[in-house]
């Protein structure tokens, strides 16, 4: 069935240090790719995405890469922030259509001064 | 421009009753979408709503049930309440734009506990 994995589950790091949080996809047919960011008791916020017809997208500090071949995508995050301590989900739409979005388990950035 | 909102942010239910939940999509929005997200898990996908019917759901009993008014407003109702139903509950909406979508923006969701 479909399904996203998602690697590591959690991560710590040094203010200043780069992340990066990776994710395969098991539908091949899939073109849309988003990132959320969920702070404790909020509510998942989109910081960025990628469709299947370019390899990467870049968004100040944030950027991420798409390897359709793979079938994995990747996050990155340059000079990271304390404000960047949150968990983070990459999903991948439903090949089905219609919008249905399929999460990774999530993975705890934790970002320390 | 308001975004996306729900309600109640809270909930307490006991085993067996039944829960409503609603949302409000974005404004220009006409797609509603409900997932359920556990502790410490990713957001499930349950139903999507487009032009007040359920267009597409996921792995999840008929207990789970929704509709969407002329508005683009959604509910969600769930019977006969389990404990592991407890979860916090977000809709997302989007616009839908023939064969491609657009991007899903979330609401708070709300906090569901079933005692």
């Known amino acids: 069935g479909e399904n996203v994995e998602q690697h590591p589950s959690t991560l710590s790091v040094q203010e200043g240090d780069s992340a990066v949080i990776k994710c395969t996809y098991s539908?091949?047919?899939?073109?849309?790719f988003p990132w959320y960011k969920q702070e404790l008791g909020k509510r998942p916020q989109l910081i960025i995405d990628?469709?299947?017809?370019?390899g990467e997208k870049k968004d100040q500090r944030i950027a991420v890469t798409l390897n359709k071949t793979a079938k994995h995508f990747s996050l990155h995050i340059t000079e990271t922030q304390p404000e960047d301590s949150a968990v983070y989900f990459c999903?991948?739409?439903?090949?089905?259509?219609?919008?249905?979005?399929?999460f990774g388990a999530g993975t705890r950035l934790a970002v320390h001064p | 421009d308001a975004g996306v909102t729900q309600s109640p942010t809270h909930l307490i239910k006991t085993r067996g009753q039944q829960v409503t939940l609603r949302c409000s999509p974005k404004?220009?929005?006409?797609?509603v979408s409900w997932y359920q997200q556990a502790l410490g898990q990713g957001p499930q996908f349950i139903f999507q709503?487009?032009?007040?019917?359920?267009?597409q759901r996921g792995n999840f009993p008929d207990r789970f049930s929704g509709h969407q008014f002329p508005n683009y407003s959604s509910e969600l109702n769930v019977n006969a309440l389990l404990l592991g139903d407890s979860a916090l509950y977000l809709c997302?909406?989007?616009?839908?734009?023939?064969?491609?979508?657009?991007?899903?923006?979330f609401g708070p969701g709300t906090r569901l506990t079933v005692l």
């Open positions: 404004s220009g929005h006409d797609t």
């Open positions: 990628i469709r299947s017809n370019v």
């Open positions: 999903a991948a739409i439903s090949s089905g259509g219609y919008n249905k979005l399929i």
């Open positions: 997302a909406s989007s616009l839908a734009r023939g064969a491609s979508t657009d991007t899903q923006y």
């Open positions: 539908d091949s047919a899939s073109n849309y």
């Open positions: 709503y487009y032009e007040e019917e359920e267009r």
